[in-house]
């Protein structure tokens, strides 16, 4: 009896012990403690994430956690966002809804991630969760504004409507006023992504008359001319994201724009921008001082504007910016935000074959000088050095995530004409928190063996015209022992990294290889060997088998999964 | 708006057919290749029947399942897509990045005597021979003539000439033509095809270093 007592706490004690365990990493792991602690955790969590929605099944989640209040799910692998997926690969959401329908009439939050999101899934939701608050789809696609209207018709008690970075079917803009108007909970709206003009009457009553509004992202279609008038009924706002930031200089206008701004004392995030004319800067100069993050990478201004701008903006700690900001910009950055922590840097010109803009490797040293929050970074350049990235690695050991895109492909140390080998293998040796890395640039085999020995935390790695063997990928798979995603382009990886390292692809969510060198036999071994993964080929020109033997798979998708084969695989997917 | 006339499919001059766009990244000792597959492509073919205004993702932003049909070639005037499609997803920028940074140069184009107007993106050319090839085709009862240097637009039917024309950020309507391309694509507002006799009272030719541009 006594020995009972000693070893187990009343379940209400437990749950009340495991309400303060809150990432899923963590939840997880209590979960595997013991057999009543599982029990005891099912029942009671109350938050689920799932990053491959094809890793379980809608039914297998619902069955263990039946009290589920908010669900995240992702999709379609990253490399969905630059095109190499096809239409129909999958990513469908309706499955989920409909089982959660039933299974979770409490549901509060749904969060999603490059999935496939139908109108039909959205009037699902809209009639299925009455106490539903907060929808998130990000870069997901498949729904049009008619679903949007039955979100805004139908949840009562919708706080959150994000619906950042989605293609959606703009049929028109008259959904948003569907929302009635006796609705006043509204505390986020994001609706950047979408073309069409919505009602600005409708828009203004309903920011009007939600006093707990604290994001406002506008799209491009809300005119300059219009946005006072919607600060003036919001001055709580502490994100707002304009629309087009254009017009002909009006000083009226602009005065009255500075004044509305003015009024918004607790700003801390601006973005939108697009098409941005110097004339109006200053109408945001009040606030510059309060921002933490600033989204510029719309805002076609030039670096003496920009520095104008960013100048004054001390407190930044996020900025995405254009390359317009070039080096002399990036200097400044550096001298004045000494509290910037992410930066992303985007190309104005992706595809011209000339630089545009004065923006090198100097520009990416100056801030990894001048910023010592600096952590995470996104770069798109045309020249790189490995003593740029030394000096980087030396200066910013807290490094935790590092993107670099040199634009042309396989572009050599411009100083030495050598690989860039050496400078990312200063980069993981010194950024030992280092999540997540994106490489560039000429790279041989060396690279790999420098990211297998020291990244040791290193999650998620794309790797694009890099390598020269499968020793490369072998060097990655064997030595990165925190690694969950792996995404590869056009380099010479073939069957043996893969076959050898089978067993790593279990602990990791997913594989992504595209115009490798990987056969279809290999394909079809490792899917018999190891029947706990899937492996997807993707090939859009015919069945695989119907080429020879060495011909390599044009696209390969490998992940995990307890879900066993999916049944909504198109085509050209074959498993 | 359609097509006036939907057999009118000029040739591109660009040879857009998918043996040309092939590209092979070659890496020492291999000959595999990244090959534009037709069903990515498929967006810029797509554009046979429609206005050459309409925006079209070149390296297959746009989704929708697709029927190509390799006899089609779009008019020629747009930018080779292989300067856009040079690879697939690279570098990588996400697609409603790009179009963000393209829409905004669609320009109207007026036809004096003409009822409507057309719609053009100058984001799709790379020159003016290329822009005025591509009116040629939109107004397809013009040819194109360079007299004297200057490019001149001839109405086939009737004889009238036609000078391209544009309203510049200033407000001022200018000649197509003086000015380097990059500088004319930042700086014009609009197009007009201006009869020739009234094109007379347009101001003389500028320096290239005029100030029509900011």
Redesign the interface.
């Given at each position: 009896m006594l020995k009972k007592m000693s070893y187990s706490f009343p379940e209400d004690v437990l749950e009340h012990v495991f309400s303060f365990v809150t990432t899923h990493k963590d939840r997880n792991a209590i979960s595997l403690v013991c057999k009543s602690w599982y029990e005891v955790e099912r029942w009671c969590r109350r938050r689920v994430f799932v990053g491959n929605c094809y890793a379980v099944s809608p039914v297998m989640v619902t069955r263990r956690f039946p009290e589920v209040r908010s669900v995240e799910l992702k999709g379609k692998p990253h490399?969905a966002?630059?095109?190499?997926v096809?239409?129909?690969w999958g990513a469908y959401v309706y499955p989920w809804i409909e089982i959660m329908s039933t299974s979770y009439p409490w549901l509060e939050e749904i969060r999603l991630k490059r999935m496939v999101v139908s109108d039909e899934s959205l009037e699902l939701i809209s009639k299925s969760f009455k106490n539903f608050k907060v929808l998130v789809l990000s870069s997901c696609?498949g729904f049009s504004t008619v679903g949007l209207a039955a979100i805004a018709a139908n949840c009562r008690n919708l706080r959150e409507l994000d619906l950042r970075?989605s293609?959606v079917d703009d049929l028109s803009g008259h959904w948003l006023s569907h929302f009635p108007d006796t609705y006043s909970s509204l505390v986020s709206l994001n609706i950047s992504?979408l073309g069409s003009e919505v009602s600005f009457s409708a828009l203004e009553r309903l920011v009007g008359r939600c006093p707990n509004l604290r994001t406002l992202r506008l799209n491009?279609a809300v005119p300059l001319d219009r946005l006072a008038s919607l600060l003036r009924r919001a001055p709580q706002l502490v994100e707002f994201g304009t629309g087009a930031y254009s017009a002909e200089l009006r000083l009226d206008v602009l005065s009255t724009l500075d004044g509305a701004f003015s009024s918004c004392k607790e700003l801390k995030s601006l973005s939108g921008f697009?098409?941005m004319v110097p004339a109006y800067l200053p109408a945001i100069y009040s606030v510059c001082s309060g921002l933490t993050s600033l989204n510029l990478?719309?805002a076609?201004i030039q670096s003496p504007d920009l520095i104008k701008l960013v100048g004054r903006c001390l407190n930044l700690q996020s900025l995405w910016v254009l390359d317009y900001i070039e080096d002399s910009g990036l200097e400044a950055i550096a001298a004045s935000c000494k509290d910037l922590q992410e930066l992303r840097v985007?190309?104005?010109d992706?595809?011209g074959?000339e630089p545009n803009v004065s923006l090198t490797d100097q520009g990416l040293v100056s801030v990894s000088e001048g910023c010592p929050r600096l952590h995470s970074v996104l770069y798109?350049c045309r020249q790189m050095s490995n003593a740029a990235l030394v000096a980087v690695a030396r200066n910013r050991p807290n490094m935790t995530r590092f993107r670099l895109?040199i634009?042309e492909?396989r572009t050599p140390d411009y100083l030495t004409l050598e690989p860039l080998d050496v400078g990312f293998g200063a980069i993981v040796e010194h950024c030992k928190e280092l999540r997540r890395l994106s490489l560039s640039g000429l790279l041989t085999d060396r690279v790999f063996e420098y990211i297998g020995t020291y990244a040791k935390k290193l999650e998620m790695l794309s790797v694009?015209?890099a390598g020269n063997t499968d020793l490369g990928l072998h060097h990655v798979m064997s030595g990165c022992e925190s690694l969950r995603k792996l995404e590869i382009?056009?380099c010479?990886f073939g069957d043996k990294a893969i076959l050898a390292n089978a067993a790593k692809l279990e602990t990791m969510r997913s594989l992504w290889m595209s115009?490798c060198?990987v056969s279809f036999e290999a394909c079809k071994l490792l899917g018999q060997k190891m029947p706990r993964l899937n492996v997807e080929v993707i090939d859009?020109?015919g069945p695989p088998d119907s080429r020879p033997q060495d011909c390599?798979v044009e696209k390969l998708y490998i992940y995990r999964t307890v879900a066993g084969p999916r049944f909504d695989t198109p085509t050209f997917v074959w498993t | 708006m359609s097509t006036e006339n939907g057999t009118c499919l000029p040739e591109s001059d660009t040879g857009l057919n998918f043996e040309e766009t092939k590209l092979t990244l070659g890496l020492p000792g291999e000959s595999r290749g990244v090959v534009v597959k037709t069903g990515i492509k498929r967006g810029y073919l797509e554009t046979v029947d429609l206005n050459l205004g309409r925006s079209v993702d070149l390296d297959g932003g746009d989704r929708k399942a697709c029927d190509v049909n390799p006899e089609n070639r779009v008019s020629g005037g747009a930018k080779p897509p292989a300067t856009e499609a040079q690879v697939i997803g690279w570098p990588p920028v996400r697609g409603y990045r790009k179009n963000a940074m393209k829409s905004c140069r669609y320009v109207k184009v007026a036809v004096d005597g003409a009822p409507y107007l057309r719609k053009v993106d100058l984001e799709m050319y790379n020159s003016y021979q290329q822009l005025l090839a591509s009116l040629e085709d939109m107004f397809s009862c013009f040819t194109i003539r360079n007299y004297l240097s200057e490019r001149k637009i001839v109405d086939n039917v009737n004889g009238v000439e036609y000078v391209p024309t544009y309203e510049d950020k200033d407000g001022d309507w200018m000649l197509v033509g003086d000015v380097p391309w990059k500088m004319f694509v930042e700086s014009c507002k609009r197009l007009r095809l201006m009869k020739s006799s009234e094109a007379i009272e347009l101001a003389p030719r500028t320096p290239p270093n005029c100030s029509s541009t900011s």
């Open positions: 490399f966002d630059f095109n190499l096809p239409e129909g696609e970075e293609e992504c491009r697009w098409d990478s719309y076609t985007f190309p104005s992706p595809f074959v798109f895109c634009i492909p694009a015209f382009r056009d010479p115009s060198s859009e020109s390599p | -």
